[in-house]
């Protein structure tokens, strides 16, 4: 019982400060990218402001030019978000993790 006891305390210590790096890990690392990941975010919210006008534009004034330009913000969007993924994978990953949760 007493053996018992003790391998379940080492690995209990031993969980614990390794999940203790884990997270400091992690916090380092989304600190690192952090201001990469505001500057793309901003810019992404700034065509995505500029699609809804665009948008709003296609349904009054439907034209070839105009869809072409709303289509143009799409992927433009579509390619930030790659970017994003692509320079901030830890502040990605816990983003995603944190959706999946809710």
Do not use: R, W
């Amino acid at each position: 019982m007493k053996k018992l006891f003790k391998t379940t305390l080492i690995a209990a210590i031993l969980g614990a400060l390794f999940s203790y790096g884990a997270i400091n890990f992690l916090y380092y690392k989304m600190e690192q990218e952090l201001i990469t990941y505001l500057v793309l975010n901003e810019e992404a919210k700034k065509l995505q402001d500029i699609y809804a006008l665009c948008s709003g534009l296609l349904s009054v004034n439907p034209t070839q030019e105009n869809l072409s330009s709303c289509n143009n913000i799409v992927t433009e969007v579509e390619h930030l978000s790659v970017k994003i993924k692509e320079q901030c994978p830890y502040i990605s990953f816990y983003t995603s993790y944190i959706n999946e949760l809710q």
